[in-house]
């Protein structure tokens, strides 16, 4: 059933606000006067927030909210809120609930009729997009990549066939593990974007192929340190305005060449038998070989 937030109390509010993802001159001026005012902050690190706001002068009570505790104190924060109170809710860098914690508190905020207050500011995937040089009029935000290999390349393959740009957070200890997963799931010819540290100072854009970069981050131990987003190209899709002109049916072809050889292969004797881009058809090849 839907709520009314005007039927809550007037004074009671839940702020949700985006704090700088590296460089602490992105703090907004909505975001500091938000935080002056309220009663607590609730942070996904208490320690990690607890030097923002001396940065800021602030001097707030900071309750700790983070996956592991989030259903259990969602209850007791919001009942804080209903008997008036302000809550700010803050993530370690960026905007909460994108790949942070908050969803919970949220959800049952709103489906308990309180007021929510979004207090926009920085984001690692907006930052990296705006700056990455591939398409932004259609993408598909898909978070953290799974740690385990199979549940990865499960994941990866789902994305496949996807033609929005595709866009990834990323640790250090796991890129390399997840950009091999990517060459084999989308073909080393995919374009991709690796932004590092952002807004900080060491911040790096790496603009290549998945295979280039691949050989780079085996080559280069420092091209993945620090924080990292990366930007995907969608898939492609294959021209067929070549193959329509002979009656060939493309995908067929493939299926029947994949039958028998590695995608490389079917790729090269594909483009020679239709005149149609070997790097199309080898993206097309890997769809059909991966769904």
């Excluded at 909210?65 to 919001?78: K, T, Y």
């Excluded at 866009?167 to 799931?185: G, K, L, N, W």
């Excluded at 881009?277 to 080898?282: D, E, H, M, S, T």
């Amino acid at each position: 059933m839907a709520h009314d937030p005007r039927t809550a109390d007037a004074a009671g509010c839940l702020y949700v606000v985006a704090t700088p993802i590296g460089n602490l001159g992105d703090i907004t001026q909505r975001a500091i006067d938000t935080l002056s005012k309220v009663d607590a902050v609730a942070a996904e690190d208490t320690r990690h927030s607890a030097r923002l706001l001396q940065h800021l002068g602030l001097h707030k009570p900071l309750i700790a909210l983070h996956d592991h505790n989030e259903r259990a104190r969602s209850g007791a924060l919001l009942d804080r809120v209903a008997g008036g109170e302000q809550i700010a809710l803050v993530s370690d860098a960026g905007t909460p609930l994108i790949s942070d914690p908050g969803f919970v508190l949220v959800r049952e905020a709103r489906e308990r009729g309180l007021r929510v207050v979004p207090i926009p500011g920085a984001s690692a995937l907006i930052t990296a997009l705006s700056a990455a040089g591939l398409p932004t009029d259609r993408f598909v935000f898909a978070g953290f990549p799974p740690a385990k290999n199979k549940a990865r390349q499960d994941f990866l393959a789902a994305l496949a066939n996807e033609t929005g740009t595709l866009v990834f957070y990323e640790s250090p200890h796991r890129v390399r593990d997840t950009i091999d997963a990517m060459v084999a799931c989308f073909g080393e010819t995919r374009q991709v974007v690796l932004a590092r540290e952002l807004t900080k100072t060491f911040e790096q854009f790496y603009d290549a192929t998945l295979g280039a970069l691949q050989a780079l981050l085996e080559a280069d131990p420092n091209a993945s340190r620090g924080e990292m987003v990366l930007i995907v190209a969608g898939a492609a899709p294959v021209d067929n305005s070549l193959a329509q002109a002979t009656g060939l049916d493309i995908d067929r072809l493939l299926k029947a060449l994949l039958s028998e050889l590695p995608v490389k292969s079917v790729a090269r004797i594909a483009a020679d038998a239709t005149g149609i881009p070997k790097n199309q058809l080898y993206e097309r090849a890997l769809q059909l070989k991966t769904s």
